[in-house]
């Protein structure tokens, strides 16, 4: 059974930091990605990581501030987020790629975690 698990949503104020956890299992991926959706927007790219070279992209929008990482011994993607700012609150989702690599379209992504909230206070 194919199973992605999002975990470290919270509650921080601006400025603070969270790092995100997924971790994947059932199945070889090819790349993770870090999605969020935020009430009323559509689901925006985040940041994405190959697990076979350990390559990364980062959105523009949160580029300097969040990173992304891997620990392919735990099967496990991070996301560390620092200077958060209001506007990063959303619902963060993990989602595993089989075939394609380092994209930013939610349709290259074949599985998808369930999510996890992080609300950032001003």
């Known amino acids: 059974q194919v199973q992605l698990g999002e975990s470290g949503g919270g509650l921080v104020q601006a400025v603070g930091s969270l790092r995100l956890s997924c971790a994947a299992s059932g199945r070889t991926f090819s790349t993770i990605g870090w999605f969020r959706q935020a009430p009323g927007k559509e689901r925006e790219f985040v940041a994405a990581?190959?697990?076979?070279?350990?390559?990364?992209y980062h959105a523009d929008s949160i580029w300097g501030r969040f990173t992304i990482s891997r620990d392919n011994i735990k099967n496990t993607v991070y996301l560390q987020m620092n200077s958060l700012k209001p506007e990063d609150t959303a619902l963060y989702y993990c989602?595993?790629?089989?075939?394609?690599?380092?994209?930013?379209?939610?349709?290259?992504?074949?599985?998808w975690g369930q999510g996890t909230q992080v609300t950032v206070s001003s």
């Open positions: 989602a595993g790629g089989i075939y394609y690599a380092l994209t930013h379209d939610p349709g290259r992504y074949d599985y």
């Open positions: 990581i190959s697990l076979t070279d350990g390559r990364t």
